[in-house]
């Protein structure tokens, strides 16, 4: 049984509920109505006898999931409309109700899987990449922050290295993913379509059966790239501040060390900043304490700053790769602004479970 509802499909085989997410063209970008359908389905799959466990997908071979739909988000607020506030709203939810979903919960983070994408998978129970798998939370490079629950998710990866890909952006592949722990389980792309099968056929026997099945499917991705480098991300990502990491990378000599400051230099200051304020607050709060958190700040961006805006344009529309940030140096990023993002809302707080 399928139905479809706008850019997302959903289907029933067996006791596995699929998620399927619909915009190849769009790298499977969510809208505000997606989020949407798919909390409601969540719900209803959560109460239902029929589902037993959940598979969530990325149509087509180019990205599970590129993220939110930004350039529309960026449109919204410009032109006035609430529709851009009412996606964060919308989106967050649905954040939590994966997090808060008590089945099985299954992600085939087949290709892109950034932004967005990380939001509909790793707050779920199994995160299987592939070969063409591409995780990264790029936001500081677009003047946001890494949200969808980036805020509590990243400062528990191992060490520093959390801090590390908030910040820089960097783009893990499979085996990175393993390392981090972002991903549970390595399978190849053309292995899915039988593990998918095969969930269908275990998910009515219980969560100890799609865990089974799972880990049959799985093989090894082989090093990650990342170990190499972790003790001299543990060593210079463990700073209090921005401006202390630049410090420490520009004191060390060692090409990856020149190469990193150079990438962070190319992001937006103030989301630089306000990211690395969001992580270590986020390090003590849980799941929907940093939606709620996010929330704040985004709605603070959106109407603060004008960084998005650029980063969206430079990025996403003229493609210039050539963001104006303002202001374009941390040390003229106002601490005092940046603490102002986190205030409460007021009536507008983003209230969950």
Sequence with gaps: MSEDIRDVEFEERGALGIIRLNRPKALNALTREMCVAIRERLAAWRDSPRVAATLIEGEGERAFCAGGDVVKVARSAQEGSDDWWRFFFDEYRMNSAIAHFPKPYVAFIDGITMGGGVGVSVHGDYRVATERTLFAMPETGLGLIPDVGGTHVLPRLPGATGIYLALTG????????????????????????????????????????????????????????????????????????????????????????????????????????????????????????????????????????????????????????????????????????????????????????
């Design 170 to 353: 960097y783009r893990a592949r499979a085996a990175d993913c393993l390392y981090l722990g972002v991903a549970t389980h390595f399978v190849a792309a053309d292995a899915l379509p039988a593990l998918r099968d095969r969930l269908a056929a275990v998910a009515a026997k219980g969560s100890a059966a799609v865990r089974a099945a799972l880990d049959a499917a799985a093989s090894d991705p082989g090093a990650a790239p990342l170990a190499a480098h972790r003790e001299a991300i543990d060593r210079h990502f463990s700073h209090p501040t921005v401006e202390a990491i630049c410090e420490s990378l520009a004191g060390d000599r060692d090409d990856w060390a020149q190469e990193t400051l150079r990438e962070l230099e190319t992001k937006s200051p103030t989301s630089l900043k306000l990211s690395l304020a969001a992580l270590r607050r986020g390090a003590e709060r849980d799941l929907d304490e940093c939606l709620a958190m996010e929330y704040r700040i985004v709605r603070r961006i959106m109407t603060m700053d004008a960084d998005f805006f650029e980063g969206v344009r430079a990025l996403l529309i003229d493609k210039d790769k050539a963001p104006k940030w303002k202001p374009a140096r941390l040390s003229d990023v106002d601490d005092a602004a940046i603490e102002a993002h986190f205030a409460p809302l007021g009536d507008a707080e983003l209230r969950l479970p």
